[in-house]
């Protein structure tokens, strides 16, 4: 996937939109902090999401993360297939790990969300 097509959020979710369907997973970042993963919690389709608060969690042998959406809207489809397969969510996080898709209103758009480049320099900042 062409990474400079996505947007991201500080908490390391990507979003990308297409019409009013905006695609979330979390970053190769994020995997690499969390190493294995060990649980997924992700909202039911009809739920209602706001941007910035959390819309699920992410557990490892490390921790238990909150999962934050990037966009407001309402859960259209969960990627259930994770579930059975948390391997998934490490082994390709920007295409078959992605997690779920939210209906956005019409016009919505990821502009309060970092570019590619300015999240590789957010990470950096960070000592990352």
């Not at 979390?26 to 909202?43: G, H, S």
């Amino acid at each position: 996937m062409d990474l400079s097509q996505l947007r991201f959020t500080k908490s390391h979710e990507w979003a990308k939109l297409d019409g009013e369907l905006c695609t979330v997973g979390v970053t190769d970042f994020a995997v690499e902090q969390l190493t294995d993963v060990t649980n997924l919690e992700l909202p039911k389709v009809g739920k209602a999401v706001t941007a910035g608060k959390p819309f699920g969690e992410i557990e490892s042998v490390k921790a238990v993360f909150d999962l934050n959406s990037p966009v407001t809207g309402a859960v259209a489809e969960v990627n259930d297939a994770l579930r059975d397969a948390l391997t998934t969510v490490t082994e390709d996080p920007y295409g078959k790990g992605w997690m779920l898709r939210i209906r956005v209103p019409a016009g919505s758009s990821l502009d309060h969300l970092m570019t590619h480049d300015e999240y590789k320099h957010q990470i950096a900042s960070e000592g990352h």
